[in-house]
């Protein structure tokens, strides 16, 4: 079956623009994620969708970023006005999510941002 | 914040040989997960041991968990060229809300042939 999707899977961009990255979740997983990671280090947590759930934006580093999760499925991160320190991969996964303990997160290839 | 810390940072072993990473971390958990990543791309789950769990086996690894000393160690055996790789622990909070993971630096694996 397939699993998460990503796209693009690179991006070079001005800084100052804005920027759309997009992940496609396995179907049928409830539980979204977004996180990035910038060259040798592990990953930051970002935003988690669960459900209906209002999502939880605690990771967000700045109002720069935001993310929206259409009908359950298709989830949209938005850097607007980018700068140079948030080139990174952002990486995508999604889950089963029961309540309580997270299982096991299955990831997407990641989408490599450069901010010039 | 790092709930995770990895070590070694990295590891150059020969093939053939076991290879061991550690996984420390700060806070109560439900459960402990070992990722592994390529190239700096997605990660791929290994393994996940219950904090009730002491070790648990998959093929060549195994991961033990003492709870008391909030430490994990992931072991290779028999590793090969392919198994180079970053690998990360990760873990959640206890009775956290959140549901996300919190992912260490990771142990950059060499296994050279």
């Known amino acids: 079956g397939a699993g998460v999707s990503q796209s693009p899977s690179n991006k070079v961009t001005e800084k100052g623009k804005d920027v759309e990255l997009r992940c496609d979740p396995i179907s049928g997983h409830t539980a979204l994620y977004w996180y990035r990671q910038s060259l040798g280090q592990g990953l930051e947590f970002l935003i988690y969708f669960q459900g209906n759930s209002a999502p939880d934006k605690s990771g967000l580093p700045s109002d720069r970023f935001s993310a929206e999760r259409t009908g359950g499925s298709v989830s949209t991160l938005t850097i607007q006005r980018t700068q140079q320190e948030d080139s990174a991969v952002y990486l995508c996964?999604?889950?089963?999510?029961?309540?309580?303990?997270?299982?096991?997160?299955?990831f997407g290839p990641g989408t490599r941002l450069t901010v010039l | 914040s790092q709930q995770g810390e990895e070590d070694p940072q990295a590891l150059s072993i020969q093939e053939g040989e076991n290879a061991t990473m550690n996984c420390s971390y700060k806070t109560s958990i439900n459960n402990l997960q070992w990722y592994r990543q390529n190239s700096g791309r997605g990660l791929v789950h290994l393994i996940l041991i219950r904090s009730n769990e002491r070790e648990k086996h998959s093929g060549r690894l195994r991961v033990t968990l003492d709870t008391s000393k909030k430490s994990s160690s992931l072991l290779i055996t028999a590793s090969r060229a392919a198994d180079t790789a970053s690998y990360f622990c990760?873990?959640?909070?206890?009775?956290?809300?959140?549901?996300?993971?919190?992912f260490g630096k990771g142990t950059k694996l060499s296994v050279k042939p």
């Open positions: 990760a873990t959640d909070a206890y009775g956290g809300s959140q549901g996300n993971l919190i």
């Open positions: 996964a999604s889950s089963f999510r029961t309540s309580g303990t997270p299982r096991e997160q299955f």
